[in-house]
């Protein structure tokens, strides 16, 4: 089995890589992880200046180097594509909700839909925790026009900041190992609009592993007469008289080792992929792909052996495998999932914070009792957030966004955040009166009740956080690492997670 470089950093900057794909005239979509195709661009980028990189370049574009997709990380563990298979009925849950298996059952589901399950998720027992990545957006007006031409405006998507990202290189050329490792020693920028600041992110572990990518996730044990075999990027071969097509039965069973293979059903959909040579510099025919998270009941002759399983994860099928296609995954247990779970954020939950080594000296103390207590009141808020959602019966979608607008607007400034949103409350309470909406309603006075409630209650409070000891935290006092301005900064953010979560609700 390769050698694999596990990399994982974080985005400290928005990063945009344009997937052309879902990009429209007049906007640029960004993917929600960061591709192979990206990563294999920056190690490229950063030895295209040694002096041998002639002679290394033909390996580095080789299968004996792979790059795969840097997904986001929720405690330590990277996130899977959501599998595909799974409908629900259309009521609306909160918490945990069942969902159907159409693959396992072989049940059509009439009258359900396709079961909501975010971009990535964490596979829990017989539950599917699943994630939403934020992204933002700039809008750009095209300068110099051609007489006659009109002045559009372009919209540009990107990852907001704050996301952990593990990606690995599954490298089998020894003499390369420390050349590609040596590119992540320091902060790196990936993908489009690094004249504007985007891109740039820190290095949190870069080490050689050999253990496989998801190992975790993999069945155990050897697979008489099926399995369950899911895409983690997308994928496709090219058939006997090479041409390009989806999964090619023969081919596939020659690497499995098995006979007779065939695909007994399936949950999929298909991408068109594009893409750039570096080697004959110019761009790439498009090409359709089954898309990352498709799954597949695979029935064959024979038994599927746990290595030969493990030996396709490691090399990949399929075509550009150096780029990242071509992943798949042996899911264990696929066919047990029965419900779903909405995840809030994973932005806060997925902070890696390098520990400070603890030593005799008072202010690095202090650095580590600041680290735990934070982490232990975002994680506090995130299951505050899912717990105790927002009451908005009475309250427009307007006067909630002109909330979290201020909110995020000045969220670095607690001080003037607090006076514009009560100047806010008070001001639309009183144009509520003037105008004589129905006394029943009382909107504002509601909000700004709920909001005097958050802003007024102690965070610890508020969460439910419990320390060891009430005033210190390893020792310190709390007021020398948790100010004021950062509890207010808390409950700021808070305001702004409960808006969100309940716009993604109302959207589902």
Known sequence: MSDYLKIVMRNVEPVRVSDAATSQSGQTMTFRYLPGTAIRGLV???LAAEPDFEQMKKILFSSRIRYLNAFPTDHDQALLPSPKGFYEDKTDVKGKKEIRNVIADRDSCEGYKRAALGR?????????????????????????????????????EYIAAGYVFTGYIAVEEESLKERIRSVFDRQV????????????????????????????????EEQPSSCYMMLLSNTAMRGANGEICGLDPEKLGAQLG??????????????????????????????????????????????????RMYAVCDQGIGIRVNEGFGRVLFLEHY???????????????????????????????????????????????NRYVVDHPIKTEKISDSQLGTLESFAAAYKYDPQKAKCMIFDFLDYAGEKEQKNRVQKEKNSMRELKAYVSHIFGTDPEELLCVRTKHAHTVMGIPKQEIFSADDADRIRLELIIRMIRYRNKEEER
């Open 258 to 307: 098995v006979k007779n293979l065939r695909i007994e059903s399936c949950s999929a959909s298909t991408v068109i992929v594009k893409g750039y040579s570096r080697v004959w510099k110019g761009p790439v025919p498009s090409v359709t792909m089954y898309e990352q998270g498709s799954v597949f009941l695979l029935r064959y002759d024979g038994t599927l052996t746990k290595e």
């Open 120 to 156: 990535f998720c964490r596979i829990n027992g017989d539950c599917v925790d699943y994630y939403q990545i934020e992204t933002g957006s700039d809008l750009k007006i095209k300068i110099n026009l051609k007489a006659g031409e009109k002045q559009n405006v372009f919209r540009n």
């Open 44 to 46: 490229i980028n950063a």
């Open 189 to 220: 920028i990936l993908g489009s609009g690094r004249s504007a600041g985007l891109g740039k992110c820190e290095i949190l572990e870069c080490t050689y592993t050999d253990r496989l990518p998801y190992e975790e996730v993999l069945v155990k």
């Open 335 to 381: 066919d047990k999932i029965r419900y779903k779970q909405a995840v809030p954020d994973c932005r806060s939950i997925v902070q890696v914070v390098d520990a400070p080594k603890i030593t005799g000296d008072d202010e690095t103390l202090k650095i580590a009792a600041k680290g735990f207590y934070r982490r232990r009141l975002q994680q506090a808020l």
